[in-house]
């Protein structure tokens, strides 16, 4: 992410992760645009009902969210992106929620509680 638009990048990870969502999820919090600090242990959960990726972070991830000054829709969205393009859902649905509860909002203006889609918009 510049700030504004996500960009298209590739995230190497080692063979023996490739399929782990917790791999997957660890490696976009270590990318620019997240608060720095967030670690494996801050993905509590991930699971696909129906045609929806849900995933748990911590209390410790939504706190960092809301003390950085970074972009959350940014966050929401690359997120969103990385899940929707490893896990091809039938309608790319992803639900965020907070040691297992759906936050309104971290004192900014995304409602992490909604379901999230890829938005083409935002992508260069």
Avoid: H
């Avoid at 023996?16 to 660890?26: F, Q, V, Y």
């Avoid at 976009?28 to 509590?44: K, N, Q, S």
């Amino acid at each position: 992410s510049n700030g504004t638009k996500l960009r298209q990048g590739r995230l190497n990870l080692p063979a023996s992760e490739a399929c782990s969502p917790r791999a997957l999820l660890t490696a976009v919090l270590a990318t620019e645009g997240f608060p720095a600090g967030l670690m494996e242990d801050d993905v509590l959960g991930v699971t696909i009902v129906e045609d929806t990726v849900l995933v748990n972070f911590s209390a410790n991830m939504a706190d960092a969210i809301r003390t950085s000054r970074l972009n959350q829709r940014m966050m929401a969205y690359q997120l969103t992106g990385a899940l929707v393009q490893r896990y091809p859902v039938r309608r790319g649905r992803v639900r965020f929620f907070f040691d297992g509860e759906a936050k309104n909002t971290l004192d900014g203006d995304v409602m992490w509680a909604g379901e999230f889609l890829m938005d083409y918009v935002l992508c260069e």
